[in-house]
């Protein structure tokens, strides 16, 4: 049980373009899903915290107007990376919670390795 | 803020046992998890603790002190396939999680 996936598992684009990332809890309900990025070598940035049926909150530093989230649904949270530029170039990973797991388990989606050429 | 540090490299033999040390500085704390994340893959869930002391689960235990800001995981009878990175991560306010800086183990023959 607890299964999350992301889609795509990896993506090239060319710079200037948009890039959607699904995020699917597929055996539970996540009332929330987080977005992380993580650059080779270092650890996990917590990007964004996603709530069904409510915006989300972004990180400092964090563009909201460039990393756009959508928690559509209880169990589907997208992240679409828009004007993607080299910088962006990073491992992109999803988790959600259930309200059954313990106060701090989080399930972690696959992630998705995007690269911006 | 939060900032949690831990050693970047531990090598240690199979059969052996490793502590991967984590100190941490935040201004909300409800728990320190611990998470382990193999090359290219996603990090997976190993261990929760939220109050003072020693949880076990299998070949692994995780320690905390909250009044020492410290915790550390035990890993025992270290296999091959205990070659990974491995994070603690802070529970705070908000249901935010930050993640330590990752410690990547290698076990040798």
């Known amino acids: 049980g607890a299964v999350v996936s992301q889609h795509p598992s990896w993506v090239i684009c060319k710079s200037g373009t948009s890039v959607k990332i699904e995020c699917r809890s597929l055996d539970f309900q996540a009332t929330t899903m987080f977005w992380y990025r993580q650059f080779p070598k270092q650890s996990l940035m917590l990007m964004a915290t996603s709530n069904e049926g409510s915006k989300a909150t972004h990180e400092q530093g964090v563009e909201k107007d460039k990393f756009l989230i959508n928690h559509a649904s209880l169990t589907l949270s997208t992240l679409t990376v828009t004007s993607a530029h080299p910088e962006d170039s990073s491992f992109y990973i999803c988790?959600?919670?259930?309200?059954?797991?313990?106060?701090?388990?989080?399930?972690f989606g696959p992630g998705t390795r995007l690269t911006v050429l | 803020g939060q900032s949690l540090e831990q050693p970047s490299e531990v090598t240690a033999v199979e059969g052996a046992i490793v502590q991967i040390n984590c100190t941490y500085q935040t201004s909300g704390f409800y728990g320190l998890s611990w998470y382990q994340q193999h090359d290219g893959g996603a990090p997976t869930f190993l261990s929760y603790?939220?109050?003072?002391g020693l949880e076990e689960t299998g070949r692994f235990s995780s320690f905390l002190s909250r009044s020492d800001s410290y915790g550390y995981l035990l890993l025992q009878e270290l296999q091959m396939k205990d070659s990974a990175s491995y994070f603690c991560a802070v529970s705070g306010g908000y249901q935010k999680v930050t993640f330590g800086t990752g410690t990547k183990l290698q076990v040798i023959p």
């Open positions: 603790n939220a109050l003072d």
């Open positions: 988790s959600a919670r259930t309200l059954a797991g313990g106060p701090n388990e989080q399930f």
